[in-house]
């Protein structure tokens, strides 16, 4: 017989601080019932003297962004993904490869009137690589890559409106970080999973995906550390991952801010299915399961750590729960754009948001890209190329969002 530890005894030995191996973690993640009710109380409690110790008390954060699909093109072809096309689709509609540079600045100029302060750029991996339209685009405006068309339009959205660009462009090498951190204060990539099986068997929802592979994935993190990049990551949950690889990607994820302090926020994202994408007869996420995902996160990354979930693919009441479990932000949240990546998710309005924070017993906050401690202590993690558009955007005493609209400013170097 096969020795299985019970949630309540691997909670148990959580509450005492004792490291976690993968089997607790393994255990924590079953938790149902009140098993579920002792954990999300332990996450909760380790939550509240996490933002106590950094005198946040009582606040859950969320960014307020423009979203910039600046290309659905992608080499990938993950099984859960309704954001990915193909050009053939996109000529038909009767839309280019990429958006072009006015048509991002436009998108960050509506954002600007509405107070937004994040342009999140998220978009599918080195396109270029595959579809011979995608190299053909950024050819005939001068750019050979994706990812110096990344930084372009960084440029144009910094200098021509003031608001601070995120980048989520997939996987990065160590170089075109490094080129990339002077246009932007945060970057980001999910590792999804750290379950090898989903890429390399056939039928998987990452097979065929090469910026899947969770080696790829965390070197980037690991990079991402080197560079001194304030990072964001997280985990995908219920795209066929055991309980065990579940774990497995927290204790990896815990391990990787231990050797560079650069992640600065942990994503916990369910899974929804898709009509139009190879999983959509997969059920979303289990609720009770994403709960015990949400509360082991905080508990395995600890106190310190900004645990995040989104608002927008859940209800009202799970959102609750997912403050009950632990999360102290909510991520961007945008007045403007869509969620593409989950465009049948459409974003709290932020006066709902702000009363179900406040049902809650929190405050809802406004932050930048950046989470405060990288902000408050820049050297080394913000570029100095950045300065001034942070400045202009940051409330000096606590690295959240002051009360302003960003502006046009020139960048200074770049
Ligand atoms: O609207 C979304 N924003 C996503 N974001 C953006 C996120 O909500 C915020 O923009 C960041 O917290 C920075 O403030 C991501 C950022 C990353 O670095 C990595 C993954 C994601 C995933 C999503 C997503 O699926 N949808
Ligand atoms: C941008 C991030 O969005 C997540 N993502 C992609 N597709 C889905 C989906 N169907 N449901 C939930 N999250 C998804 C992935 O984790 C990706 O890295
Ligand atoms: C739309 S998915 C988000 C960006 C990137 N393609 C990734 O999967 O990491
Ligand atoms: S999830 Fe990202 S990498 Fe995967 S297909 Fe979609 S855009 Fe490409």
Partial sequence: MTHTLSAATALESARSGAPLDTESVTALLTSAGDDLVALQALAAQLRDEGLEAIGRAGQVTYSRKVFIPLTRLCRDRCHYCTFVTIPGKLSRAGQ???????????????????????????????????????????AERGFGSTLEYVRAAAVAVLTETGLLP????????????????????????????????????????????PDKDPLVRLQVLRDAGAERVPFTTGILVGIGETLT??????LALAEIQRGGGHIQEVIIQNFRAKPDTAMRGTPDAEMTEFLAAVATARVVLGAHMRVQAPPNLVSAAECEALVASGIDDWGGVSPLTPDHVNPERPWPNLDVLAEITAGCGFTLTERLTAQPR??????????PTLTDHVAALCDPKTGLAADVKPTARPLVGC
């Fill in 96 to 138: 280019g490869m990429y958006l072009e540079l006015d048509e991002v600045v436009s998108l960050a100029r509506q954002g600007a009137a509405l107070g937004c302060k994040e342009a999140l750029f998220t978009l599918g991996d080195r396109p270029e690589d595959r579809w011979p339209q995608a190299r053909e685009w950024l």
């Fill in 166 to 209: 995120h980048l989520n462009p997939g996987v990065m090498s160590a170089q075109e970080m490094r080129e990339l951190k002077p246009v932007a204060p945060s970057m980001g990539m999910m590792l999804e999973t750290t379950s090898r099986r989903l890429f390399t068997d056939k039928g998987q929802p990452h097979y065929g995906s």
């Fill in 374 to 383: 990288y902000l408050l202590d820049p050297q080394g993690w913000i570029d």
């Fill in 245 to 250: 690889e579940r774990a497995e990607s927290l």
